[in-house]
């Protein structure tokens, strides 16, 4: 049996699954400059409802790219969000593909086009 | 599913840098804080510095209307605060510490020399105050310039 390895040089490989969806990299890429957000101000600048971005948070948060602190003032209470280093090495990773991506001569883009 | 073209590559690359945007101009409320704490701390000492020795009844009530008024207006500005950038916090925090380090010096230096009491004049006590304002008055500049 004779087995080789491929190299897998094409930045779309360094793409994040989790990350390809536009809410949830639209949601890590608002936490990535900051220490914590408040639930409502993600809502709000993602332009999602809640239940889509309490959605969204639970699949970041399985995968051990977010946390969720909820705090209370007085009987008021709030959720912030933060992102953990997994998650920033992660989009860190993700970006970096990106930009690979966006720097392409067009080869690639018109590749793309042949194949339909 | 990751075939992303160049175009679809800087659309979101595009989406990053302005999400970016949004915490950091959420930092306002850091800088007004800082310049709420500075003016503050300076019209308080202002108001010691004019009447250093006792003081009047009227710079009393008026120094605790400051005090209180900032100490409030702070607070509210904390609570108001919904993203926290990492920038705006390591500014918060190094402004501060000088602050404090400043303070602390100029106390126990005029402790240990028992250069500061009420026999001096009340400008020292401003002009410290003043120097002790400029760490908060720079981060509140810095935390606004990037946006």
């Known amino acids: 049996m004779v087995g080789w390895a491929v190299a897998l040089t094409h930045p779309r490989h360094a793409l994040d699954d989790l990350l390809s969806h536009p809410v949830r990299f639209s949601v890590v890429a608002l936490l990535a400059p900051a220490a914590q957000i408040e639930f409502s101000f993600v809502r709000d600048r993602v332009e999602v409802t809640d239940s889509m971005l309490s959605k ?32 920033r090495r992660v989009f860190e990773r993700h970006l970096a593909a990106l930009r690979e991506i966006a720097a392409g001569d067009g080869s690639y883009a018109a590749a793309q086009s042949k194949l339909g | ?38 003016a ?30 900032g100490f409030i207006g702070m607070l509210l ?18 402004s501060a510490a000088a602050f404090s380090f400043w303070n602390a010096a ?24 003043i120097i002790a304002a400029i760490p908060l008055v720079l981060a509140a500049w810095l935390v606004g310039r990037w946006r």
Request: proline share 3%.
């Open chain 1, 56 to 87: 969204q948070i639970s699949l970041l948060e399985q995968a051990g790219y977010l946390k969720v602190n909820k705090a209370f003032i007085g009987k008021r209470g709030r959720t912030w969000l933060s992102l953990t280093k997994t998650g």
């Open chain 2, 1 to 38: 599913m990751n075939d992303l073209t160049p175009q679809e590559a800087r659309a979101a690359l595009t989406d990053a840098g302005n999400q970016a945007a949004r915490v950091h101009r959420s930092d306002k409320q850091f800088r007004s804080i800082l310049l709420g704490l500075a």
């Open chain 2, 40 to 69: 503050t701390y300076v019209a308080g000492a202002l108001l010691v510095g004019l009447y250093p020795q006792g003081g009047s009844r009227f710079a009393g009530i008026a120094l605790i209307v400051i005090l209180v008024g």
């Open chain 2, 77 to 94: 500005l904390l609570l108001r605060i919904r993203a926290y950038s990492r920038r705006g916090i390591l500014w918060f925090t190094w």
């Open chain 2, 106 to 129: 100029v106390i126990g230096v005029s402790e240990a020399t028992r250069w500061w009491g009420p026999h001096q004049p009340g400008t020292h006590f401003t002009v410290s105050a």
